[in-house]
Nanobody
Framework: QVQLVESGGGLVQPGGSLRLSCAAS????????IGWFRQAPGKEREIISC?????????YYADSVKGRFTTSRDNAKNTVYLQMNSLKPEDTAVYYC?????????????WGQGTQVTVSA
């Protein structure tokens, strides 16, 4: 069974850091580009980061997170990470990983259940 499971969310103060994990089972994660998305209350889901397969070796970041967030792979653990630094209240959202890197392609991908990130003093 193909499954993605996110973890690592929580409550953090502004300026703090969190590392999200996206663990895969039932398939090899490195065969896919993996997107990180987030959806804040009352807002549409947005792509914030994408990492291609190790063979291609590219990453993409939305302007809103560039320089603060970093995505990486650990193929031995079949896991993709999103390191989030210098967190801001506007980063508060449910974060998802998926086997697509575009909201338009959402229906073609496999998605995790999401993990809540709350940035608040």
């Amino acid at each position: 069974q193909v499954q993605l499971v996110e973890s690592g969310g929580g409550l953090v103060q502004p300026g703090g850091s969190l590392r999200l994990s996206c663990a895969a089972s039932g398939f090899t994660l490195d065969n896919y580009a993996i997107g990180w998305f987030r959806q804040a209350p009352g807002k549409e889901r947005e792509i914030i980061s994408c990492i291609t397969s190790s063979t291609v070796g590219n990453t993409y970041y939305a302007d809103s997170v560039k320089g603060r967030f970093t995505t990486s792979r650990d193929n031995a653990k079949n896991t993709v990470y999103l390191q989030m630094n210098s967190l801001k209240p506007e980063d508060t959202a449910v974060y998802y990983c998926a086997t697509v890197c575009s909201v338009v392609a959402a229906e073609r991908g496999s998605w995790g259940q999401g993990t809540q990130v709350t940035v608040s003093a």
